[in-house]
């Protein structure tokens, strides 16, 4: 499985970005698709998990705000940031796993940067 992770950029405070994670066949059918975060001089964190059978988890700090999906095709995996804050500039990763949204993930994309800012 490859994962390609899309959608960085540069966007003021309270705007919106979407990331796309495009996986290299229908594998979300059966797979979690994760995402994760760094910060320059953090540690990596887990952002947004949605499992296979469509249940959903956020860490706190992103809960109202994010929202992680998939396509039907089952191929692309999306995270939806609104209201962006400075604090979530960082590094996105999108990971996939049988597993569910583990670190350890076996699947993971290149990152994309996503920087908030005025």
């Known amino acids: 499985v490859q994962l390609q992770a899309s959608g960085g950029g540069l966007v003021q405070p309270g705007g919106s970005l979407r990331l796309s994670c495009a996986a290299s066949?229908?594998?979300?059918?059966?797979?979690?698709i994760g995402w994760f975060r760094q910060a320059p001089g953090k540690e990596r964190e887990g952002v947004a998990c949605r499992l296979a059978d469509g249940s959903t988890y956020y860490v706190d700090s992103v809960k109202g705000r994010f929202t992680v999906d998939r396509n039907v095709a089952g191929n692309t995996g999306y995270l939806q940031m609104n209201s962006l804050k400075s604090e979530d500039t960082a590094v996105y990763y999108c990971?996939?796993?049988?597993?569910?949204?583990?670190?350890?993930?076996?699947?993971w994309g290149k990152g994309t940067q996503v920087t908030v800012s005025n």
């Open positions: 990971t996939s796993d049988h597993r569910g949204c583990t670190p350890d993930a076996d699947y």
């Open positions: 066949g229908s594998v979300l059918d059966y797979y979690a």
